[in-house]
């Protein structure tokens, strides 16, 4: 029996940015060979039945005027729930969402960002989008930040797909930091991600912020300057409700003023879906 192909889930809500996230999930599933589904949120049940009639419009629309074939799931509930929960679900085959984001503008400065918000609690990747992707076919520049966590070695698996299926190389971006203990863990995960970059045949370059305090702005200037086409990182773990209202410090990233695309991955992500990656 033939297995079953993955998807990539695009949120969907009508708006230029929404159009954005479909085009960068189309890039990549000419690559990956991926469905892609696009995904409604409405308030209720009644609001349902005019919103599958609406996207259903935008579905024929897509296959007209770009000749491609996508699915579409439309459910109510809230967004900060729902689109986690359909994702992580393991029976839809969601191996990564692409949302879009206006980025932190209005009442997201003062009640933290709404992304960030959807994202946590999903067992799979947002891949973050503020803009149209780039001419290119492929995404050739990735920006890995490092850092003493343990939680490199999780997107270190993304790195690894990424690199496999859009040969891109991989910046390992290290972080400056003086404490001689911390920068031994910062040299371990350095070390853990440049052995599985070369066992998987994978072109990466390593780069040292500079100190000047503030690491995520270190990692956005850097990709400025490289033209990177992604930024890999992972959520803050155990996220709180202070997180969002006074901000956890990859919000500055998700929401970044370059408008970079930004894949997260949240600690404890589902390690099945990419492990075959992490050994050749």
């Not at 996508?70 to 809230?78: A, L, N, Q, R």
């Not at 072109?203 to 702005?217: L, M, P, V, W």
């Not at 850097?222 to 202070?242: E, G, Q, V, Y």
Request: net charge positive; with cysteine.
């Amino acid at each position: 029996m033939e297995q079953e192909r993955k998807s990539i889930m695009v949120t969907w809500d009508f708006s230029a940015v929404s159009y954005s996230a479909l085009r960068h999930a189309l890039k990549m599933s000419h690559i990956v060979k991926y469905n892609i589904v696009l995904f409604h949120i409405v308030n209720n049940q009644p609001e349902e039945e005019a919103a599958r009639k609406k996207i259903e419009n935008v579905v024929e629309e897509i296959k007209k005027d770009l000749g491609e074939d996508v699915g579409y799931y439309v459910h109510h509930g809230k967004i900060f729930n729902e689109i986690a929960e359909y994702a992580s679900k393991e029976e839809n085959n969601v191996n990564f969402v692409v949302m879009g984001t206006h980025g932190m503008k209005g009442g997201q400065k003062l009640f933290g960002s709404w992304a960030l918000k959807v994202i946590a609690g999903s067992t799979v990747p947002f891949i973050v989008v503020q803009d149209e992707p780039p001419e290119k076919d492929r995404y050739t520049d990735i920006v890995f930040p490092i850092d003493f966590k343990s939680e490199n070695k999780e997107k270190l698996q993304w790195a690894i797909f990424l690199g496999k299926y859009l040969n891109s190389k991989i910046h390992l971006y290290k972080a400056p930091i003086a404490d001689k203990d911390l920068q031994k863990k910062v040299n371990v995960n350095l070390n853990f991600a440049i052995r599985f970059l070369i066992q998987n045949n994978i072109d990466y370059e390593i780069h040292t912020a500079q100190r000047s305090g503030n690491f995520q702005k270190e990692i956005l200037s850097f990709s400025k300057r490289i033209n990177a086409d992604l930024i890999l990182i992972t959520t803050t773990k155990h996220i709180t409700t202070l997180d969002y209202i006074f901000g956890a410090k990859e919000q500055y990233l998700l929401s970044n003023s370059e408008k970079i695309p930004v894949m997260c991955v949240n600690p404890k992500s589902n390690f099945a879906k990419v492990g075959q990656f992490m050994y050749g």
